[in-house]
Structures are given as C-alpha cells and as structure tokens.
C-alpha cells in the first residue's frame, strides 16, 4: 500500500490487548480520533484546559467500533457465522458494519420507535436482519442474551456484556494519555448500559500499572435524569430521555461502573434533557463539534459542576463525545434557532435575504 495509513487501533494497542496472529482482525480504520481543545467553551466555563474526546469521528460514527473490532475478530477466531445485538443504536451500526466487513450475518434487536434515523438506516444499509421489539433496550437485551444461549441457532453476543468489546474500548483511555502524555484530573463521559465508563476505569489503571502515566483520574459518568439507575440505585422500569442512545433502565455492567465511579473518588449524576440540549447546543455554535445528544452529558453535567465550584479551575478534563450528531438529524431539526431563508440566484436577491440592501 502506498503512503502511510495511521496504524489500526489493534495493531497499535496489541499489547495490550486479547489478540494473537491468529485473531482474524477486520478493521474499518477506527480509533486514533481527535482530542480536541475547547477554547471558547472552556473559558466560558472558567475551565481552560477542557478537551473533548470526539468519538463520533470512528468508522460508524461512535465509540462502539473500539469494542466491535475486538469483538468481531474473536468471533472470528471462534468460527462464528453470525452475531446479534440488541442497541439504542449505535452498537447495532457498528456490529452491523463489521459483520458485512466479515461477511458474516448479524440480527440487531431494538426497542420499536426510539432509534435515531441515522443508526437504524446504517444497521439496514449494512445489511443486518432488523427486529423492533414493542420494549426498551432492557427488554431487548434480555431477548438477545436468552437466544445466544440457545443451541439450536449459534450466534455470538456482541453487546458489552461480551468481555472483548471493554477490552477494545479501554483504548480510548489510552488514546487520551497518549495525547496529552499524562492522565486527566477528570473523565467525563455518559453512562447507559456503563460498559465505557468501565471500560475507559480499565484503560486508565493499565496504563498507569504499566508506568505510562502516574496518576489516574476521577471517573465522573452522567445519566439522564429519566434514565439515571445508578443515580437512584434502583432500575428505571420506564426510562424516558431525548437522548435515546443512553435510554436505558438497567444497565449490564452496573457493578463495574459503580465500582470506576468509587475506586477512582468519582461520581455518577444525573443531568436532565434541558441541561443536555443546551451543552449539545453550545457544542456546536461555539466548538463547531456536531456530537449526539446523549454524548453531550458529559458536557452538561461537567458545565453544571463549574458553575457549582466543584471544578478547580486548574484542572486537566476531558469529555467523551460518544457519537457523531449527524446519527440524529431528528432531534437536530427541532431545537434549530435558525432556518433556511430562500432567495432568487441572484447577487441581488442573495444580498435582499441577507438584509443587506
Ligand atoms: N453515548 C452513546 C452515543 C451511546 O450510543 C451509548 C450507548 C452511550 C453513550 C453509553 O455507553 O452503554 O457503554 O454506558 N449505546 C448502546 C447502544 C447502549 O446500543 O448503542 P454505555
């Protein structure tokens, strides 16, 4: 191949991670996504060395293609012929997307009606079997546990309960050491099914175990607030949240996320879906970072903790943005405080819709 292609996220990490030569590794290009410095938001938030940790620059758009290469590839290396997920939706893009890499099936089961267009369409246009269960993720899950259990039908699981996707997705955390060549003060990231939270709690400890870093940082997760069981520390039989990729009322990895939150002197609160709109917001008019709604969490709850003076002002933070703001064009539309306005092809009738004459 000509020129240099940044390396694969397996090959760089490899030490770190369940591979051998054997493992049929199918990459689409993910990790290596940018750290990037939120000048103007920082300084409105009193927080000069803010960064954001854009997730949404991965091969489908989210953070689940660090886990799903892992994943797949073991799967592989297992002789699986199909995989099945249940998803918010973006586990299902990405498991959808390396399953047809593979050129094996994959059946993604989801809750009916609460699925942001783009992820859905991306499931479908990589050709997975789609199913919409009348239920919410929970539910969903449950199913998909059961039927990969079953002998009759093989097929691999490949939510985060799968212990390969954690072990994929920790190499965000080393990602974030690499590039500011220390660990931050304070992680902030969303939590639904809290595989991330646990996963990047994972990362951080091993670089800092492998004397890369010194220190490790305070895990700070955030919830929606009608969606936040770790939060009340009881599950949410209806959760209810404009973020819908983090609707979820009974997370898996429960006991691992509380266990990062309380090993790392950190936290897990809830943000309401006002505070996450306004942070999504502020993303994008003042950063230029187009990131979903339920990535903007971390931003939310981060912005709430400094204008409550929980932050020192020093402080090194970094937000992971989860995924990419285009998956959600839906919710985009309708919080717009600006609209097309027509016009004739002309300089003139350009410059009459611009007010300038
Ligand atoms: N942000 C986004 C954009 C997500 O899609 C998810 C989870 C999370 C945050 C939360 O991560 O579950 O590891 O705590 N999405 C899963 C899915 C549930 O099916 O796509 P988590």
New binding site residues.
């Given amino acids: 191949m000509k020129g240099t292609p940044r390396p694969d996220l397996v090959e760089r990490y490899r030490a770190f991670l369940p591979v051998t030569d054997e493992t049929p590794v199918v990459s689409l290009g993910e990790g290596s996504t940018p750290l990037v410095r939120a000048s103007r938001l920082g300084e409105t938030l009193g927080l000069p060395n803010l960064y954001l940790k854009v997730e949404g620059q991965n091969p489908t758009g989210?953070?689940?293609d660090r886990g799903m290469v892992v994943a797949v590839a073991k799967a592989l290396e297992a002789g699986a012929q199909s995989v099945i997920c249940?998803?918010?939706?973006?586990?299902?893009a990405s498991a959808a997307a390396y399953a047809a890499a593979a050129g094996i099936e994959c059946v993604v089961v989801l809750p009916a009606g609460k699925i942001a267009i783009g992820k859905l369409l991306q499931a479908l246009v990589f050709g997975a079997r789609v199913i919409a269960v009348h239920g919410n993720?929970d539910d969903a899950l449950r199913v998909v546990r059961a039927l990969s259990e079953q002998d009759d039908h093989p097929i691999t699981l490949v939510n985060?309960v799968n212990p390969f996707r954690l072990e994929g997705q920790k190499t965000g955390a080393f990602e974030v050491c690499d590039d500011l060549g220390e660990a931050p003060d304070v992680l902030a990231i969303?939590?639904?099914?809290?595989?991330?939270?646990s996963a990047y709690w994972r990362g951080f400890r091993e670089y800092r175990d492998a004397g890369i870093v010194d220190s490790v940082p305070r895990m700070w997760g955030f919830q929606a607030a009608g969606a936040a069981p770790l939060v009340t520390g009881h599950p949410v039989e209806h959760p209810e949240t404009v973020a819908t990729?983090?609707r979820?009322g009974n997370?898996a990895?429960w006991t691992l996320a509380t266990r990062a939150r309380d090993e790392s002197g950190g936290r897990i609160d809830a943000v309401t879906d006002d505070q996450i709109l306004a942070a999504y917001r502020a993303l994008a008019r003042e950063e230029g970072v187009f990131c979903?709604p339920?990535?903007a969490a971390s931003v939310a709850g981060v912005t709430r903790a400094a204008a409550a003076g929980e932050l020192d002002p020093d402080a090194l933070v970094v937000c992971v943005l989860?995924?990419n703001g285009l998956k959600d064009p839906t919710t985009a539309e309708s919080g717009l405080a600006v609209e097309v306005i027509e016009a004739d092809p002309t300089v003139g009738g350009v410059a009459t819709a611009l007010g300038w004459t």
């Fill in positions: 989210s953070f689940k249940a998803s918010t939706g973006n586990t299902s993720f985060s969303p939590v639904g099914n809290a595989g991330n939270i990729a983090i979820i997370p990895s979903e339920a990535s989860t995924g």
